[in-house]
């Protein structure tokens, strides 16, 4: 199924290999694209393509990826920006950040992590975008709140229905606890982490999974889903 279907996404790398790879991947999932090599055709065609997404290389010649990023929220555009760096160094992502960049990814990535940051970032900042997805045998229906797994509607509470979320949007991906801790609990909460084992037990109880084979077990790691 096709889950970007009406988003308008602008791809901007000076590798042609990448800006192909991105361009194929995101237009099977429905996206419309718009392509840039370089800084400054890359704010030519913000302007004229206004993107729900950039999608943005770091390192490119003459204008590099923070100065278009300072550039487009300077200009109070409300579009979600995710970075792309070949370098895992926390001064760039800080100072990424701190020009307004919503998200960064490390070079190389996997285009399933990068499908589920864009969804993370259309869900804050284009709510109403976003209709009906479907991951594998879930079905989630964010506007209503509603999940289903092999057709059949799931209740979960709303705690439980952004875990689950997060874990099916992120599959294949381990996630630790103080990361999903983060990412649904939010940045201030000061409860214990094994809030998380609660959760995930009541999810598998829900799911079926008694065999743990849906919701895993990564010993000293977290948890990961794996779906088609």
């Not at 550039?71 to 895992?88: C, F, N, P, Y």
């Amino acid at each position: 199924m096709r889950t970007l279907n009406g988003i308008k996404i602008l791809v901007v790398d000076d590798e042609a290999a990448i800006v192909q790879f991105l361009e194929m991947g995101l237009a099977n999932e429905g996206a419309q694209i718009a392509t840039a090599e370089d800084g400054r055709s890359a704010l030519q065609a913000s302007g004229e393509f206004q993107p729900h997404v950039v999608i943005l290389d770091v390192m490119m010649p003459d204008m590099d990826g923070f100065a278009v990023c300072r550039e487009l929220k300077q200009a109070g555009s409300q579009v979600a920006v995710i970075m792309l760096t070949a370098k895992d160094e926390v001064e760039d992502r800080v100072y990424g950040l701190s020009l307004g960049a919503d998200d960064y990814l490390i070079k190389p990535f996997s285009f399933e992590e990068l499908l589920a940051r864009i969804h993370a970032r259309l869900r804050n900042q284009f709510p109403n975008l976003l209709g009906e997805v479907t991951y594998g045998p879930f079905r989630i229906d964010d506007k209503r709140k509603e999940f289903r797994y092999r057709e059949e509607a799931v209740e979960l509470s709303p705690t439980e229905y952004e875990l689950l979320k997060y874990i099916v949007m992120n599959h294949g991906v381990v996630l630790s606890k103080s990361l999903i801790l983060e990412k649904v609990w939010g940045y201030d909460f000061g409860g214990e982490q094994n809030i998380v084992e609660v959760y995930i037990r009541s999810l598998r109880d829900k799911l079926g999974d008694k065999d743990h084979r849906l919701i895993r077990t990564q010993r000293g790691a977290g948890y990961r889903m794996d779906l088609p």
